[in-house]
Structure formats: C-alpha cells, structure tokens
Nanobody, 126 residues
C-alpha cells in the first residue's frame, strides 16, 4: 500500500508556471506506475499525464503536451509535474495516483488507479 500527498498548487496568472509534487510513502514506490489527473468543478476527473515505473516513458493528454513535464525520482519516492504556459482552462484540483497493476502499459482511466492523494488546487487567472 502507498500513501500519496500532493503539494505545490496555488494561484498563478496565465502564462505562468507551477511545479506540483507528489510524495509517496512505502518502500515499493518504484513498483507503481504513476499518474496525474485533474478535476474542475462540475466536470469528471480527467487524465493529465502518466509515467512508467522507471521514469523512462511518459504519456500526456493532448491539451498539455509541450507545456507539462512529468518526472519521477524513485530514490526520493516522488513524482513531479512541471506545468508551464498555464492557461485558465488548466484550473482544477490536481490529483496524484498510483497504479499497482503488473501490466506494462500506462493507464489513462481513473478506475485503473489504486491509490490517490487528496489533491491540490491549481487556479490560473486570465
């Protein structure tokens, strides 16, 4: 089992940057594929990005490609989401999630993830 705690959210103007962090407990962090999701008020939780166990492979939803970068540090039990060129439509609560399935592929759907953080609010003003 793993516990996840997000941090780094806040209020930023359009065009600005934020770096979200997700700290994980437990000794088996490197065995989890990790993902970030976001949820705006009144909307479903949507996939943002995911990273493989080693960190060598990442996948992004089209709307954030070229602006967001996901990385992980298995020695520190952490994943990071660097968000640049933020837009008002990026405003949402951002969640870190862990997938402990044995499959090699990265999952895009929330129900495929087993553990979730409490979320951190990102607000982008125009």
């Amino acid at each position: 089992q793993v516990q996840l705690v997000e941090s780094g959210g806040g209020l930023v103007q359009a065009g600005g940057s934020l770096r979200l962090s997700c700290a994980a407990s437990g000794r088996t962090f490197r065995s989890y594929k990790m993902g970030w999701f976001r949820q705006a008020p009144g909307q479903e939780r949507e996939f943002v990005a995911a990273v493989s166990r080693s960190g060598g492979y990442t996948y992004y939803t089209d709307s954030v490609k070229g602006r967001f970068t996901l990385s992980r540090d298995n020695a520190r039990n952490a994943v990071y989401l660097q968000m640049n060129a933020l837009k008002p439509e990026d405003t949402a609560v951002y969640f870190c999630a862990a997938d402990d399935s044995s499959s090699g592929g990265l999952e895009l759907r929330p129900y495929n993830y087993d553990y979730w953080g409490q979320g951190t609010q990102v607000t982008v003003s125009s």
